[in-house]
Every structure is written in C-alpha cells, then in structure tokens.
C-alpha cells in the first residue's frame, strides 16, 4: 500500500497543476494511514483482551468466583465477536481497491452484534468498578492484584485492573471515530463514500443504543425496588424538597382532572398497562386460590378415620383401612409436595417478578406529571433549569423503557402461567392414577366386586335396610322396662284393712304411702310407710291440691299427695276375705264392739302369733311371740273382726286379730294343731 | 306401728358370682369401647368429607377466577385452556358431591343408626345396677333379721323382708339374664353391620377416582402438553424464570 503513495510522492515533484491530486494524494495517503491504525489498533486490542481474559483472569484466584464474573463480564463473548470482525477487516486488506467499501460493509454487518455484546459489558462495568474500589481499600489484596497485572500487562500502570476494565468501553466508542477519519479522507463521489458514510452513522448509533441502555438499566434499579419502609422512615424522607415535588404533582394531576390542561394521552402505553395489570391480576388471584386449595388439602389430610378400631378382624373394614392408610402415607403427601414445587413455588416467583414493573409504572406517571409541568413551562418561559431537564429525561427514559419490556414481560408471564395451569392438570390426572391403582387392587378383593355399580348399591340399600331392623330390634329390647317390683307389702293385720277400703270405695282409690308421714296440724294424719288409704278428695278446703284428704279405714285426715303412690291391689288369699266393715287404727288394741252386721266366712288357717297376749278372760287365751296358732274363726260371737278365735297349745280362746300374721305356712290346707 | 329405721349393709352372701359378674364387665366394657371408636369414627368421616367437598370447591374457585379475568377477552388461546379447564373442575365438583352423598348414605348414617343404640344400652345396664343396689340392700336385712334372736317381732319383720326380697330379687336376675344373652349378641352384630358399608366406601373411591383420571387425562391431552418427569419441570421453571429475570424492569433480589 505504501508504494501508491510512495509513487503519489515522486510524482509530485515532477508535474506542474498538481495541487489538486496534492491533496488527493494526501487525502489518500491519511485514508490508508487510518486505516492502517484501525487495523492495527484492533489487533493489539483482541491481544489485551486475550490476556486479561486468560492470563489475568485465571491468576486472580484469590477472588471469588462471582467477583470475577462480574468484572470480566462478558469478555469471552467480546474477544469471539472481535475476532472473527478482525479477521473479516484483515481479508479485505487483499482486496485494495475496494478494500474501505469492504471495511464498511463489515461494520455494517457487524453492527448488531456489538451493540449485543458490547451493551452488556458496558451494563455491568459500573458494578465492576465498585468492586475494584473494594479491593483498593484492602492493600494487601490490592497489592498481589497489582503484582499479578505488572507480571503479564506491564503498560497497565499503577491504576492496573480499572485501566484494562475500561478498555472494551473505550474501543468500543472509538469505532465512529476511526470510521470518520477515514471518511474525511475518502473521496464523496468514491463509492465507497456513502458504504462508510452509513456505518459510520450505524456505530455512533451503536454507542448512543448502548448509553441509552445503560441510562435504563440505571433508572429502571433506581425505581423498582420498594423498600419496606417503617412509617417513621417514610416520614423521615419528607423534607422540602420532595413536598414540593409531590405538592407539584398532585396539582398538575388536579388540573388535568380539571380539564386545565390537556393529559399526555398515549394509547399504546395505556394498552400495555391494562393489559400488565389483568396478567397481575390472573397471577395473584391464581396464587390466593392455590394457597386455599393447598389449605384444604392439608386439613382433608389430617382426618384418619381409618385409625379407629371397631375390633373387626378381615374383610372390607381391613381392606379399607389399608387402603386408607396407604394413600396418606404415600399418594397424597406426594401429590401435595409436587403441588407445592410445580405449581405454588413458581406461582410465587411469578408474583414477586411483578414488583418491578408495579414501581415503575407507579413511579413514570409520577415523572410524566413533572413532565408535562416542564413541557409548560418551555411553552411558556422557553428554557427550563437542569432539574427540569434531567426530570424530563428520566420520564422519557421510563416509558421508553416500559414501552419496550412491558410486552415481552407479558408474554413470558402467560406463557409461563399457561405452564403452570398445565401442571395442575397433569398432577391431578397423576394423582388420579396413583390412588385408582391402589383402590381398584383393594376393589379386585372385595367380596361383590363382580357387581356392577347399580347392582351394588342396591345390594347395600338392602343389606342397611335389614340390618337397620335388627338395630331397632336390639333398641326395643333394651328398653324394654320389666315390671318393677310389687310395692312394699302391708303391715299384719292390713290386709283386711285394705279390703275393707277396697269394697267401701273402690279398687280405684287406693293409695299407698311412700315414706313416712308425719302430721302436722290437728287435722293432718300421721302414717307409716306402706299403710293403705282410701282417696276422699284431692284437695283440701283451701283449694290446695297437694293436700288430699284420705281414710285410714279409721281415721280420716290430710296427708301430703306426693307421699301417696296408687296401690294396685294384690291379691293375696282374697277369699278369705269378707270383712267390709271399716277398721279401726291399728293402734287400739281393745276389743270394740260394733254394730254393722258382717257375714262371717269361716276360716281355718295357721298363723304366727306377733306379739305376746295375756289372757285377762276365760273367753281369750294366752299367746306367745312367735308361736304358731290355729284360726278357727276370724272374728268374735258378735262377728266383730278384731277378735279371732283360735286354738294354741290345745287352748282355744279369743286373741286380738291384730296380734296375727300370716306366715307361708308349711302345712297344707286343713292341717291343724292336734287339740 | 312405724318402720324402725334401717341401717343399709352388705349382705352376707354373695349374692351375684363372681364369675358372672366377671362376664357382665366384659361384655359391657368391649361394648363401651366399641361405643367410643364408632362416635369418634363417625365425627372423622363427617370432617374428612367435609374437608374433601372444600377442596373441591376451592379447584373449581381456581378456574372460575381464571375465566372472569378479561385476558380471555384478547388471548383465545389463554380462553380456550380455561374454558376446558372450568368445565373439568366442575364436573370434578359434581362427582365429588356424588361421591360424598353415597358416603353419607352408606357409611355415615349406618355409624350414626348403630351409635343411637348405645344410651339404651347404657340405661337398661344402669337399670340393672340400680336393681343389684337394692337386691343387695334387702338382702343384707333378712340376713341381719335371720341372724336374730326369733322372738315374734323378729319373725314378722323377717316374714315381711323376705317378701319384700322375693320380687326385687327376680326383678334384677330378670334384667342380668337379659343383658348377659343380649349384649354379646349385639356386640357381634357389628361384623355383618359394617361390612357393606366400607365395601361401599372403597367402591365410591373407585368410580370417583376412574372419573377423575379421565377427565384430567383427557385434559392434558387438550392442552398439548406431554407430561414430562419432575426434573424437566423444575427446570423449566427456572427458565422461565431466568427468561423474566433478565428484563431490566424485573427487580433482581
């Protein structure tokens, strides 16, 4: 190449008029010289890179891991998209003529790429520099960093990593000027011209897309994180400044409300919003009815009926018990725990991944209220001050920044929540797999698993329809009271008593008394338990109906009616009854004559003397307790009752009746003591 | 004359065996423990179904929500999986009250049938404690009136508390026999009872189960997505993940 203008040289000196292709030639020659410097800068460029990429990076051992990814970044990608764009620069070296409109077109065709690569690296330099900082303050690491730099990149100087850390970002913009110098130099009609023209252009586009990326990334982890901030801390961050700031907004918002002032009306991003705020709603909504959905399933997991034990030893009762158990301990558990991963977990990512698009919608419509105060302002005033203009640009950076990553956010979030939904599904048809397969080995055992379903359930519409009856059965029986005992049995010589009160009244009017009595007015009575007496009225004079007036078959009087119980008459040797005529209280024990006429029915019975009787006549006869004695007739010559004729000891004699008991008496009917 | 009041004692003689009453305790006691495991077994069947309608219930909240969210408006396809996906659920839900209705019927009703036997059971054996107390109570008086000197009184007081005796004792032999011969026969009557109602348990399982696989198999074959194993889904998730992540307005924590 050096030859051509070598040639340009020696001819100058030889014609006259040369001025003009002077300074082509001189044009030329520059042109060739900066395209020399841009092949040869990009040569030792990659040679850098390549060290610290190998080199460097690998004697940095000391470091961490993730230190290091974030201050290489993403140099291989670098050093793989530089190569191959010098070898493509190289290759057109070959071809001189057309060699600049070869170099341009390699731009061109590369231009995509280094935006790509180089825009991330550009991204995460600002981090990479903090961590260099971290490092200057530790001198004894700073120290061995230093050494190892010095060792491979001596050039690097004192300044070592920040200086190669910078490299990439400072080729990177250097391309549009290389670019120009080459096309001041270059002919405009050359054909080339309008080639480099245009990557030129495309590179500074390069580095204003790659600025303008950074400026996002800056402003978007400015906004999206919501600290949780405690009342006192949100109180705290008040002051002057932000009062005015909000006071600013709110009225602008009040005058666009008021119609004042015309709102920034912008459909497309609107659209977006709407459309980002039904995916937060299907989110949350699906996260809260998966939560209530898993509740649900943990509290139907807690019932275990089958621990209970009924003591039945094989049959469908074991089979169930086994089945249920096997499906708590295994099936379910299961199912829940890969609810929980697929479903649950990922839902609560997708929900925390809506926090930031949240804040920064929130906080662009905040700066769009300070934008449009400041788009007045210019209107009116025609400047703004560099508050103003930074205000403007960061709300302009916000909605380009949401204009562009809105859609793609949603989109990935459906179609992520459409994965989720699936899984739902497919879990619950596993689910529904598990405990067929379980169930229907359980079924194969049953003893009617031949039934059809319908068969079946009649079968056990019948079966519960008979055994309900046997139920029933055993109810009844177990309720069945048996008849209580026969009420107390009456005091000697009460028998009579009672007959006498039963064919005066009636069978009706008989009551017994339940405990004892005690009388305590002139007209109560005083009775033991067990006595008979006949019902005369259910209340008393006053009205008072739990005071009955009764006859004792002697005596008459009130007697409280709770401690009277109806006496069913038993009948015990009635026949030898006959006596109608009311008896006199037990407690007199004198013979009394009486008037009533009473038919006498002769009766010859043994009976045990009760008590002891003297004899005070010749018509009566001595008794002792407990001695037996013949009956011969119940009653005296005057047909009185409460005198007995009997015979004892070979005596025969009157003896009050009342002295009397019957005694189940071992001798048949008939028998009598020898006289 | 008034009763001469009466010191309660124990009898003398044993009055009940021992071996009997030694049965009486058993059979009562496998009965009364069997009356403890049938309530409790009933209260958990009710909660368990219960709990299982509520579940339902809340899948079927899933896809209701879903379909209300106006996304359905724009995107058919979102629209068609919900749509598919609503009428799964419901008719999940349909079969799940089907389910829950023949357990009601067949296993729930059945326990409650069988427990309501228990407080007669337990009053008749009560009835029969209150006749042994007495039984015992009288004949420990015509013991003590036995014991006596027989003077006349003496005889009739006896006379009179062995006629008093005579029925209470038949009274409670009566009721003892009746709980002896009843009780271990209503204690067996449970193996026969039961039977059918767990069998139908398990069937109601099956028919269930056999509908909700096909309904969710049926499903995914709708919705297109083979169903792939627990590693490949994690990691799909964390692809998805990653793919959000890598927005600059999702907030990296």
New interface residues.
Partial sequence: MTSHGDDALSSRTGAPGGDDRLSEDRSLLQQRLAVRELLDTEVSYLHVLQLCASDIRSRLQQLPQGDLDVLFSNIDDIIKVNSRLLHDLQETASREEEQVQLIGNTFLEFQEELEQVYKVYCASYEQALLLVETYRKEPELQREIQGIIEAVLPQAGPSGLSFLLVIPLQRITKYPLLLQKILENTLPDASAYAVLQRATSALQDVVTNINEYKR??EV??KY??VEPLSLRERLARINTHTLSKKTTRLSQLLKQEAGLVPRTEDKEFDDLEE?FH??S??VT??KS??A??LD??E??L????QD?????PG???V??CY?ARDLQLQAFPEFKQ?LE??VW??LC??A??L???Q??IKKRLDKLLDFERVEEKLLEVGSMTYEEEAARHTYQALNS??VA??P??NQ?????L??I??????L??????Q??QR??D??AQ???HHLS?PA??K??ED??GQ??H??RA??E??????P???T??L??GAERQVQALLSRYGPGKLYQVTS?ISGAGTLDLTL???HIVALLQNKDTKGNSSRWLVDTGGHRGYVPAGKLEVYHVVPTEEELRGQARPHKD??HQTPEPTSAPVPSVPTVTQV?????FVARSSHEVSL????WVTVLEAHDKKGNPEWSLVEVNGQRGYVPSSFL?R??SPAPWGWSLPS | MSWIPFKIGQPKKQIVPKTVERDFEREYGKLQQLEEQTKRLQKDMRKSTDADLAMSKSAVKISLDLLSNPLCEQDQDFLNMVTALDTAMKRMDAFNQEKVNQIQKTVIEPLKKFGSVFPSLNMAVKRREQALQDYRRLQAKVEKYEEKEKTGPVLAKLHQAREELRPVRDDFEAKNKQLLDEMPRFYNSRLDYFQPSFESLIRAQVVYYSEMHKIFGDLTQQLDQPGCPDEQRERENEARLSELRALSIVADD
């Avoid at chain 1, 209970?308 to 039945?312: D, F, P, R, V």
């Avoid at chain 1, 939904?421 to 497919?426: I, P, Q």
């Fill in positions: 996002r990334k978007a982890s999206t994180k459309k039904w995916v709603l299907c909504e699906l009815n998966v209530a959905y649900n399933l509290a139907f807690r019932f275990r009926p209970y034990n009924l003591e039945i049959g469908p009762v089979q169930y089945l890969q991963a697929q977990q990922p990512s997708l925390k991944a926090a930031g698009p804040n920064l920044l949401l990553e809105l793609q956010f990935l979030a459906m179609r992520w459409s994965q939904l699936c899984a739902f599904v497919t619950q048809r596993d689910l529904a797999k405990v067929l169930a229907e359980s079924l049953l003893p009617h379903e079946f359930r079968l056990v079966a519960l055994t309900s046997q139920l055993f109810q029986n177990f309720e069945k009271v048996l209580p005992p026969t107390q049995p005091l000697p004892n033991p338990r067990g037990s407690q045990v003397a009760v008590y002891p002792q307790a407990g001695q008991a005694a189940p």
